[in-house]
């Protein structure tokens, strides 16, 4: 029970929305991570710590070392289509979190079920480049990013690397995504700059058409952050399913994440590990 009443401290009104009875389902439409430290295993679990039901269509199968992708076979788009009909046609999908997509008729495809009203607007994790610095997709991706999914999109939520791709500019910190304020509001959609991968500052930055708010995160010293991103989005996902709005969402998103990473500070799995997704002790049978 004190692990419980601790967790519902830090999370606040989303804790109170978890003991409710009412069926939420978010669905992640991602890559498979066979080590369960990011993409679909990643989303699912970070659904389920804040109460919220998990689907998934998987966008690829990868094999991963804790430092490398060394093999990705992409599913094919129309499989891909399939399994978000049959979600969508089972469950009332209460919020949608995308990551790798990978092609760019993929990225077309969920903008179409998108705009057709079969999903709602997605928090969309776009992975171009992971906090190794591994480039994921090709300049055909990012295009139909910008022009499909970004204007569609409930909130983009770049890190580091890949908001400064987005924007052409080096942004060495919360001040530096401020400033390029425009330049992301032309994106179409709310963001969210994880603030991870700053040297500087770890905070995350919101950008909307209303200004610019910015979170302080402090800093925890530790390999152990893989995942990170997609936790962060997940539970932006789960918290918007749960009637949050984007601020109270990114609030709740930013708390999980850093106390993901301080459970998992101290783990040592022979390289850069996962941040803990489940971070209540589970009761004893």
Known sequence: MEALERM??????????????EFRVALTVAASDPLGGAG????????????VHGASAVTAVTAQS???VTAVAPVDADVVAAQIDEVAAVFEVAAVKTGLLRRPEV????AARVADGVLPAPVVDPVMVDGRGVRFVDEAVVAAYREALFPLARVVTPNRAEAELLV?????????????????????ADVVVTGGGFDGSPDDVVVTGSGVRVYPRRRIRTDNVRGSGCTFSAALAAALAQGCDLAEAASVAGDFVRRAIEVS?????????????????????
């Open 66 to 68: 804790l430092t490398a």
């Open 8 to 21: 519902g401290r830090w999370s606040g009104r989303l804790w109170h929305h978890r003991l409710m009875t």
């Open 168 to 188: 052409g500019a080096e942004l060495a910190g919360s001040a530096a995504v401020a400033e390029r304020a425009e330049a992301f509001r032309a994106l179409g």
């Open 40 to 51: 679909v295993q990643a989303d699912l679990t970070t659904f389920a710590a804040l109460g």
């Open 265 to 285: 500070a101290g783990w040592d799995v022979g390289g850069p590990g996962p941040v803990a997704h489940v971070t209540v002790s589970p009761q004893r049978l």
């Open 107 to 110: 990225v077309e495809l969920v």
